[in-house]
DNA sequence: TATTGTTATACTCTATAACTATA
DNA sequence: TATAGTTATAGAGTATAACAATA
């Protein structure tokens, strides 16, 4: 097996040897993708306060102002989550003014969602605030390091997405 | 391996230009962590069931093993959640045979965590069979890669936790 | 038969407060 | 007063299955 010694010199170490004895929990990708998730989830929820919307009624505010009439089921899946899970969400936001309910014509299966100008106008705003908390958030990276970061992300989730 | 020279105008436009139209989502740095901690933590959870543990268990029993005797606060300190939490994960754990609750002494209040000889084998198991999870999940990363990304990880971790 | 939106349900994870016994 | 462990509880968030209308 492995699991021997500590022999390779990489960042890890370089990054940790200052303060504590440097757990295996801290060597893990996966452990420091998940404590710094937790942290920037909870910077971004607190910058969203200020329009009073969640994260996820960020993300479907996002889609259907990005992608005009984009039909729940699609949103479900861009998203990557169920499209069951989306129906209180857009509740929510309909009951809020940020978009309305529309019928598709060709398919009258469908629902397809359409932001209101309020919708369109919180999602501005928000978008911008947005972004100022990524540049405060990840301060500590370089410019480039951020879009090193950013790249690696989406090759990792296209690698394990698309296969 | 794939993927090389992609330094030259921003590696986002250049990781998503293939496919679609590039939503205002995918150019933050957070919801793409989010999306890979999904699917890492799902993959994460998979390797385990063959050792039978959770994600949580396996945090606490890598704590246990690799601090002997710490405390259960000192652990909830250590994983960033509340001791409340920390206490049906160790009421499993100890039902499992992986460790045991003793006294300490000094301190009648505490309760430290001992691993039991069969805790150690599965943490040995089980710790290996991660570093091969992350090996394979990651392996659209050159190993230079994978370490910048975790010391970024880390860099951010710090900079966010206030250390 | 398959898909869209929906409802109902259950389960995980986490946050909070309060209690006890110590310190 | 403060801290360690515990209990109880409630709230997100998500996953699953089933259903009616439509394709």
């Given at each position: 097996?492995?699991?021997?010694?500590?022999?390779?010199?990489?960042?890890?170490?370089?990054?940790?040897?200052?303060?504590?004895?440097m757990e295996k929990l801290d060597q893990l990708i996966g452990y420091n993708m998940k404590r710094v998730y937790i942290l920037v989830q909870n910077d971004f929820r607190q910058v969203l306060?200020?329009?009073?919307?969640?994260?996820?009624?960020?993300?479907v505010l996002s889609m259907s102002v990005e992608s005009h009439g984009i039909t729940q089921s699609e949103?479900?899946?861009?998203?990557?989550?169920?499209?069951?899970g989306l129906v209180s969400i857009?509740?929510?936001?309909e009951r809020r003014g940020l978009l309305r309910r529309m019928p598709v014509e060709g398919d009258r299966r469908a629902q397809a969602l359409h932001p209101s100008e309020e919708g369109r106008a919180v999602?501005?705003?928000a978008?911008?605030?947005?972004?100022?908390?990524?540049?405060?958030?990840f301060s500590v990276l370089s410019q480039q390091e951020r879009e090193l970061?950013?790249?690696?992300?989406?090759r990792v989730r296209r690698s394990a997405e698309g296969g």
């Amino acid at each position: 097996m492995t699991g021997d010694g500590e022999n390779s010199c990489g960042a890890a170490e370089l990054a940790a040897s200052a303060a504590e004895p440097m757990e295996k929990l801290d060597q893990l990708i996966g452990y420091n993708m998940k404590r710094v998730y937790i942290l920037v989830q909870n910077d971004f929820r607190q910058v969203l306060t200020d329009d009073d919307i969640s994260p996820r009624m960020f993300s479907v505010l996002s889609m259907s102002v990005e992608s005009h009439g984009i039909t729940q089921s699609e949103v479900a899946r861009q998203l990557g989550i169920e499209r069951s899970g989306l129906v209180s969400i857009i509740d929510d936001m309909e009951r809020r003014g940020l978009l309305r309910r529309m019928p598709v014509e060709g398919d009258r299966r469908a629902q397809a969602l359409h932001p209101s100008e309020e919708g369109r106008a919180v999602y501005k705003r928000a978008l911008s605030a947005v972004f100022e908390h990524e540049e405060r958030f990840f301060s500590v990276l370089s410019q480039q390091e951020r879009e090193l970061l950013l790249g690696m992300l989406m090759r990792v989730r296209r690698s394990a997405e698309g296969g």
